[in-house]
């Protein structure tokens, strides 16, 4: 397991082979051949971010060559070749690595002076969580125990913690560090087993957006008889939750009032003028706004060739109109999620 360690070290000191994989790919390549021979492999001995980052590489994988794989299963076992003895590394696999050799007392002694209190490490699964996740987990904590576990942690890990942290607070724990020297390995242990609990603790969230935001995005490409349906329905039972919903939606008709108008030239770009000409043609009253502020906003001569293709073309049907305008605002949602512009907020102005 130690030369698959190695194998799947994915630092600075890795050189590029010549198929163009990583380290950590061509250890996911071994991981997968082995265990789709059925063979027991004892990947939970390896360090928990090893195990993190081959699990990471296995997913974004999606198939190899024949000649990439046996290339990789040759230069596996070249460096299992090189190895001649190997340790466990870290005080935990050196205990059980000696077990009933030590003296109850000699063992009793060891596990307290490196603060062993039994159980897994919680500093490697600390080490195996999202940098971002830790930094808000520390923000609450005093910068003492922020200095401990930056401390215990891998550097570029601690580093990436500070860079998630508010200024101030990165530098109080950067200057807490100086005063770790005298803290016991008990209570830094102590330390660890909590902000693991903690982190455990943290309930998994399956969605990054509020609920009315998801649900103003779905209806936004919903039918208007749809969308206005379901925000009756929610009014009935709860008005506030309405209000929010409303909020978030963002139709053809809102166009007027939240975009801006140097970026409505940004339509003619991103949408087929096809698209744009079915949308106008089938403009109710409720959305004929949306329209006029398009053609005003955009240069005279495509806004004259707009209204000629409108007042040519026959009237479409309302399923048709709505397609295109559910086009139309789409491409402006996916322009605003790039960034290329920005939609005002649904509220009503006081």
Do not use: C
């Not at 490196?114 to 490697?124: E, I, T």
């Not at 601690?158 to 101030?168: C, E, R, T, V, Y």
């Amino acid at each position: 397991m130690n030369s698959l360690a190695q194998f799947s070290d994915f630092g600075d000191a890795a050189l590029p082979p010549p198929s163009g994989l990583t380290r950590r790919q061509k250890a996911a390549i071994i991981v997968r051949l082995v265990l789709n021979e059925g063979i027991e492999f004892p990947i939970g001995e390896l360090p928990a971010q090893h195990q993190a980052g081959i699990t990471d590489a296995i997913a974004d994988m999606r198939y190899v060559d024949d000649n990439t794989l046996q290339s990789v299963i040759m230069e596996f076992i070249a460096e299992l070749e090189q190895f001649g003895l190997s340790f466990p590394g870290g005080i935990d696999g050196a205990l059980a690595l000696l077990g009933d050799h030590l003296s109850p007392e000699a063992s009793a002694y060891i596990k307290a002076k490196h603060g062993r209190m039994g159980g897994p490490d919680p500093w490697a699964l600390l080490s195996a969580q999202d940098p971002a996740k830790l930094a808000e987990l520390l923000v609450d904590e005093a910068p003492e125990i922020g200095a401990v576990a930056l401390s215990k942690l891998p550097s570029d890990v601690a580093a990436k913690i500070l860079g998630n942290m508010p200024g101030a607070q990165a530098r109080r724990v950067a200057l807490a560090i100086s005063k770790t020297g005298s803290v016991p390995p008990s209570a830094v242990v102590r330390i660890g087993k909590a902000l693991a609990d903690r982190m455990s603790d943290t309930p998994v969230v399956a969605f990054d957006t509020e609920p009315e935001l998801r649900m103003g995005q779905i209806l936004d490409v919903a039918t208007s008889a749809t969308r206005d349906d379901v925000l009756e329905g929610i009014a009935e039972e709860d008005e506030e939750l309405a209000k929010r919903v409303r909020m978030a939606v963002f139709t053809f008709a809102d166009i007027a009032t939240r975009v801006e108008p140097r970026d409505i030239p940004s339509i003619t770009r991103a949408v087929e003028q096809s698209v744009l000409i079915t949308a106008m043609a089938g403009a109710d009253a409720k959305s004929q706004a949306a329209v006029d502020f398009i053609l005003n906003n955009i240069s005279q001569r495509m806004a004259d060739q707009l209204r000629d293709e409108v007042s040519e073309r026959e009237k479409p049907s309302q399923e048709e109109a709505e397609e295109a305008m559910s086009q139309i605002t789409s491409s402006l949602r996916g322009m605003e999620a790039a960034g290329e512009i920005t939609l005002k907020s649904g509220a009503p102005e006081e």
